[in-house]
């Protein structure tokens, strides 16, 4: 066999060796003499190759064509629609394809719908030709070509219900079960055609990990319906991706509903004596002291408001900053508790300590009373939960009154800057980083203060700024 007859056999082309051949002999003449038969013969197999890829997870938006080897998932209902100055209606199918990388929507129109309908079935493995797109549920191909192919093997396993794990980018009528670990309050926003959106966010955690589940519009009242430690179903999902992980989320077609079974969620931690600035990790372990709420006013005029705790290990112990919605957790002494998705900053006095942002999830694993009980003793709670993960260490009342004298920043840790300083009046303000940027935002516990400085300080840190007040902000010349 011939080099050309090699490559050709390899390109699977749908033209003969002759038609091949001659196609051979025009690209020599147009490069004229640049390249020889077998050189000729390779660039017309990289051209008629144009948009394979090695999986799904590979298909962007922005290809003109993209070809790849998939299993059908699932296939949708037929839907017809009307044409604008056409008498004729449009037919349209959705079917859900999947490879080793990931799924995707491939949407089969007119004939092609019609004929994918009747002789398609899930499990089977069909070669794909089209063009890829943003869709309303996200990435999906808008099918040119599809036939079956038998002789390919696809390691996709083909479930009713999917589990955390399971899920990929792409998938649509996913049906999963969790147990609710958190929830978010409803938010509004406005539309580009002036109506109004709803939307709410909960946590879901089964046996093989946890997954942000956003419900939109009707459904978003869900979220204030449901508790955390409540096992629920959701049905007719559809995964999308945001800031890099991958969401459930949840539309007028599908629901949330409450079940019997009760689904379990084993959080896997990070230990606390392991983490380095600048990751983000999962946290497990009893609450050894729990700061009051601060309030403060951001730089726009917004309202803001943090807690920290203090959290422990059987490896150590770290300060945990609550934001936002998370500051209203119920968490006390002694509970122990999981919190995932935390960001490791570098804290106040060289120490190291976790932000609990918007994406984080804080779940009560139990509280100081249960923890009580189980332990069969008439021990306080936060002591006998602390055992559990550290023996021989210091009862939480010990850990909380260490924490609130750690917290005091030691000698002018209580200094407060003067009510309303005048305009060009020097003044020291010392209180904790609760907007680290520009400007920079301290928290005294009754007042704020901002401060214009060229240092870089931590969320959570404790500082002193010295300097002259100037249009309500504190110029600092020294920040310590």
Same mark, same amino acid.
């Given at each position: 066999?011939?080099?050309?007859?090699?490559?050709?056999?390899?390109?699977?082309?749908?033209?003969?060796?002759?038609?091949?051949?001659?196609?051979?002999?025009?690209?020599?003449?147009?490069?004229?003499?640049?390249?020889?038969?077998?050189?000729?013969?390779?660039?017309?197999?990289?051209?008629a190759d144009g948009g394979e890829v090695e999986g799904i997870a590979d298909v962007e938006p922005g290809m003109e064509e993209a070809k790849f080897v998939a299993k059908v998932v699932s296939i949708?209902?037929?839907?017809?629609?009307?044409?604008? @100055?056409?008498?004729?209606?449009?037919?349209?199918?959705?079917?859900?394809?999947?490879?080793?990388?990931?799924?995707?929507?491939?949407?089969?129109?007119?004939?092609?719908?019609?004929?994918?309908?009747?002789?398609?079935?899930?499990?089977?493995?069909?070669?794909?030709?089209?063009?890829?797109?943003?869709?309303?549920?996200?990435?999906?191909?808008?099918?040119?070509?599809?036939?079956?192919?038998?002789?390919?093997?696809?390691?996709?396993?083909?479930?009713?219900?999917?589990?955390?794990?399971?899920?990929?980018?792409?998938? /649509?009528?996913?049906?999963?079960?969790?147990?609710?670990?958190?929830?978010?309050?409803?938010?509004?926003?406005?539309?580009?055609? @002036?109506?109004?959106?709803?939307?709410?966010n909960l946590t879901l955690g089964d046996p093989t990990g946890r997954v942000r589940v956003t419900l939109w519009d009707d459904r978003a009242d869900l979220a204030e319906e449901l508790s955390p @430690?409540?096992?629920?179903?959701?049905?007719?999902?559809?995964?999308?991706?945001?800031?890099?992980?991958?969401?459930?989320?949840?539309?007028?077609?599908?629901?949330?509903?409450?079940?019997?079974?009760?689904?379990?969620?084993?959080?896997? /931690?990070?230990?606390?004596?392991?983490?380095?600035?600048?990751?983000?990790?999962?946290?497990?372990?009893?609450?050894?002291?729990?700061?009051?709420?601060?309030?403060?006013?951001?730089?726009?005029?917004?309202?803001?408001?943090?807690?920290?705790?203090?959290?422990?290990?059987?490896?150590?112990?770290?300060?945990?900053?609550?934001?936002?919605?998370?500051?209203?957790?119920?968490?006390?002494?002694?509970?122990?508790?999981?919190?995932?998705d935390v960001e490791i900053q570098d804290g106040w006095q060289d120490d190291v300590e976790a932000s609990a942002g918007w994406r984080s999830t804080i779940t009560v694993l139990e509280s100081e009373?249960?923890?009580?009980?189980?332990?069969?003793?008439?021990?306080?709670?936060?002591?006998?939960?602390?055992?559990?993960?550290?023996?021989?260490?210091?009862?939480?009342?010990?850990?909380?009154?260490?924490?609130?004298?750690?917290?005091?920043?030691?000698?002018?840790?209580?200094?407060?800057?003067?009510?309303?300083?005048?305009? @060009?009046?020097?003044?020291?303000?010392?209180?904790?980083?609760?907007?680290?940027?520009?400007?920079?935002?301290?928290?005294?516990?009754?007042?704020?203060?901002?401060?214009?400085?060229?240092?870089?300080?931590?969320?959570?840190?404790?500082?002193?700024?010295?300097?002259?007040?100037?249009?309500?902000?504190?110029?600092?010349?020294?920040?310590?």
């Amino acid at each position: 066999m011939s080099e050309i007859e090699a490559i050709y056999e390899d390109l699977e082309a749908d033209v003969s060796l002759e038609e091949f051949r001659e196609a051979v002999e025009e690209k020599v003449e147009q490069m004229g003499g640049l390249a020889d038969e077998e050189t000729a013969a390779m660039l017309l197999a990289h051209e008629a190759d144009g948009g394979e890829v090695e999986g799904i997870a590979d298909v962007e938006p922005g290809m003109e064509e993209a070809k790849f080897v998939a299993k059908v998932v699932s296939i949708g209902e037929l839907r017809t629609f009307e044409r604008d @100055g056409e008498d004729e209606d449009g037919r349209v199918v959705n079917i859900e394809v999947a490879d080793e990388t990931g799924s995707i929507r491939a949407a089969f129109w007119d004939d092609h719908a019609a004929a994918a309908v009747d002789e398609l079935e899930a499990g089977q493995v069909l070669r794909i030709k089209g063009r890829p797109k943003e869709g309303f549920s996200g990435l999906e191909i808008s099918v040119d070509e599809a036939e079956p192919d038998a002789d390919e093997e696809v390691d996709v396993q083909l479930t009713d219900t999917y589990t955390i794990e399971q899920l990929s980018l792409g998938l /649509s009528d996913v049906d999963l079960r969790g147990v609710v670990l958190e929830t978010d309050s409803l938010r509004t926003f406005d539309r580009d055609d @002036g109506s109004e959106g709803r939307v709410a966010n909960l946590t879901l955690g089964d046996p093989t990990g946890r997954v942000r589940v956003t419900l939109w519009d009707d459904r978003a009242d869900l979220a204030e319906e449901l508790s955390p @430690g409540e096992s629920v179903e959701v049905v007719d999902g559809y995964v999308r991706d945001r800031d890099g992980q991958l969401e459930l989320h949840v539309g007028d077609r599908g629901a949330v509903e409450g079940i019997e079974e009760g689904i379990e969620y084993v959080p896997e /931690s990070t230990p606390i004596e392991g983490v380095e600035i600048g990751e983000t990790v999962d946290l497990a372990g009893v609450v050894r002291s729990a700061d009051p709420k601060r309030t403060f006013d951001r730089d726009d005029g917004s309202e803001g408001q943090v807690r920290n705790l203090r959290i422990q290990d059987a490896t150590g112990d770290i300060r945990v900053a609550l934001w936002g919605e998370k500051a209203d957790v119920d968490i006390g002494p002694g509970d122990e508790v999981a919190v995932g998705d935390v960001e490791i900053q570098d804290g106040w006095q060289d120490d190291v300590e976790a932000s609990a942002g918007w994406r984080s999830t804080i779940t009560v694993l139990e509280s100081e009373a249960e923890s009580a009980a189980e332990a069969g003793d008439d021990r306080d709670g936060a002591e006998a939960g602390l055992d559990a993960f550290a023996d021989g260490e210091s009862s939480s009342s010990d850990g909380a009154s260490s924490d609130r004298a750690d917290d005091s920043g030691g000698e002018g840790g209580g200094d407060a800057a003067p009510d309303d300083p005048a305009d @060009g009046e020097e003044v020291e303000f010392t209180g904790v980083v609760v907007q680290a940027g520009d400007p920079i935002v301290l928290d005294d516990g009754e007042t704020t203060m901002s401060v214009e400085a060229d240092a870089n300080v931590g969320l959570g840190e404790e500082v002193t700024a010295r300097g002259i007040v100037r249009d309500g902000r504190l110029e600092a010349a020294d920040l310590f």
